[in-house]
């Protein structure tokens, strides 16, 4: 009989179980002290050429450039985050849709009723100036007028 200290995985209902019943589980499997020893012995034989050959894929693997669908230019480390960007994602909305790939709002060229023009994301700026003041101030002295 074994008693429930010895048991790996233990129910508490069972207080004894018979030896024949018992299921021994590893849970981690290790390796043999030979098999550690050889690794070793042949890491430390062929180091400089295992690291050159890592070095050698890493310059092959890291550094090629891909361009995407999209337009867009990646690396293959750097394949994974690109698909999930925002950026990825617009750009291809874009193309979708029939427009040129790198078009976003911000960068649209906007005119204003001022006489001037300016980007979307200038827009602030513009509103600023002399010229788009003046207008406003034109334009709210006219209703005042008609009032």
Not at 49 to 77: F, H, M, P, W
Request: glycine fraction near 4%; aromatic fraction near 10%; charge should be positive.
């Amino acid at each position: 009989m074994i008693q429930k200290e010895n048991l790996f995985l233990f129910h508490p209902s069972l207080s004894t179980i018979n030896e024949s019943e018992v299921v021994y589980i590893q849970k981690n499997p290790t390796r043999s002290e030979a098999l550690i020893r050889a690794q070793r012995k042949y890491y430390q034989k062929n180091k400089e050429k295992l690291t050159q050959n890592q070095l050698e894929y890493n310059k092959v693997y890291n550094k090629v450039v891909i361009s995407c669908a999209c337009g867009d230019k990646y690396t293959r480390a750097a394949k994974f985050h690109h698909m999930k960007s925002t950026r990825h994602a617009t750009r291809m909305q874009n193309i979708k849709d029939g427009k040129f790939a790198g078009e976003t709002k911000s960068l649209s060229r906007v005119n204003c009723s001022c006489g001037g023009h300016y980007l979307y994301k200038d827009r602030h700026q513009h509103f600023r100036t002399k010229k788009h003041i003046k207008y406003i101030n034109n334009i709210a002295q006219e209703e005042i007028k008609e009032i």
